[in-house]
Nanobody
Framework: QVQLVQSGGGLVQAGGSLRLSCAAS????????MGWFRQAPEKEREFVAA????????YYADSVKGRFTISRDNTKNTAYLQMNSLKPEDTAVYYC?????????????????????WGQGTQVTVSS
């Protein structure tokens, strides 16, 4: 069992930066792929970024590529999402997720079903 606790987020002006953290319980964090998803009001949850269990591969949605960076620190059992050059359209509730998946297929890592555990969500609001 893995529990994910998110922190970070908040209100920022367009062009600003935020960093989200996702702390995992348990000793098997390093064996899980990690992903970030978001859900804007009246929209479906969408993929944002993912990192493989080894940290060797990262994938991003086209809408955030070049602005967001996903990373992980296995010594701290924590995954991060650094968000730069934020835009009003980035406003959403952000969720981290952990999946017992040892592959590196980008399409699998973008799928909700790959992930077994989810964080509680954190609001990110970008004002124009």
């Amino acid at each position: 069992q893995v529990q994910l606790v998110q922190s970070g987020g908040g209100l920022v002006q367009a062009g600003g930066s935020l960093r989200l953290s996702c702390a995992a319980s348990g000793r098997t964090f390093s064996s899980y792929a990690m992903g970030w998803f978001r859900q804007a009001p009246e929209k479906e949850r969408e993929f944002v970024a993912a990192i493989t269990w080894s940290g060797g591969n990262t994938y991003y949605a086209d809408s955030v590529k070049g602005r967001f960076t996903i990373s992980r620190d296995n010594t701290k059992n924590t995954a991060y999402l650094q968000m730069n050059s934020l835009k009003p359209e980035d406003t959403a509730v952000y969720y981290c997720a952990a999946g017992d998946y040892r592959g590196a297929n980008r399409y699998s890592l973008q799928e909700f079903n790959t992930y077994n555990y989810w964080g509680q969500g954190t609001q990110v609001t970008v004002s124009s």
